[in-house]
């Protein structure tokens, strides 16, 4: 099975800079633990310059997923229950106004699954091992179709099934680079 990761095309130079709420702990909610919200829908504000062009995509990664209704639409139709969502505003800094509307995605599963005979370790500066290249032992998956990887919990990873149903959507700014094409300096 292949695998891919499921993130907006980088770097989105025409997103808008998107302040994280104080109740959005960004550790955490990589982790997979569920915010405790004050209230819904959670405002993000957003720095908007007049004279940008800004352009609202169907994934917006400020360091958490936010998803667009068609790209939440398309994993709820393709069987993906493992994300919890909240309703957010994304609202012009200054004015106030109601930019857009997304979900924010807690992706709830952290596996554990690099092969590690196949995966390329290498070392930082700092004398710390980092993982430079990696492949996924399908076995150590759990059978689920998207999840966060255990080794870089940044990243989400979708089978490639999901990946070709996925891929038949017109979205705008999203990327499936294969688990292959993932590198890091060390």
């Given at each position: 099975m292949n695998y891919y990761i499921l993130d907006e095309v980088s770097p989105n130079r025409y997103a808008p800079y998107l302040e994280l709420p104080d109740e959005i702990d960004l550790i955490e909610s990589i982790m997979g633990k569920k915010?405790?919200?004050?209230?819904?829908?959670?405002?993000?504000?957003?720095e908007i310059d007049e004279d940008e062009k800004i352009v609202y995509t169907d994934i917006i990664n400020p360091g958490v997923p936010l998803f667009s209704n068609k790209m939440k639409s398309a994993l709820d139709a393709v069987g993906i229950t493992n994300i919890d969502y909240y309703p957010v505003e994304i609202i012009d800094e200054d004015s106030k106004e109601l930019l857009a509307e997304y979900w924010l995605g807690i992706v709830t599963d952290i596996v554990s699954c690099i092969d590690v005979e196949k995966s390329v370790v290498g070392e930082t500066a700092m004398g710390q091992s980092v993982i430079t290249e990696f492949k996924i032992d399908e076995n150590k998956t759990r059978g689920l179709?998207?999840?966060r990887f255990h080794n870089i919990p940044g990243l989400m990873i979708i089978n490639e099934d999901v990946k070709n149903k996925l891929a038949t959507q017109d979205f705008e700014g999203v990327s499936f680079k294969h688990t292959d094409k993932y590198s890091r300096k060390a």
């Open positions: 915010p405790q919200f004050d209230y819904l829908p959670i405002k993000m504000e957003a179709n998207l999840f």
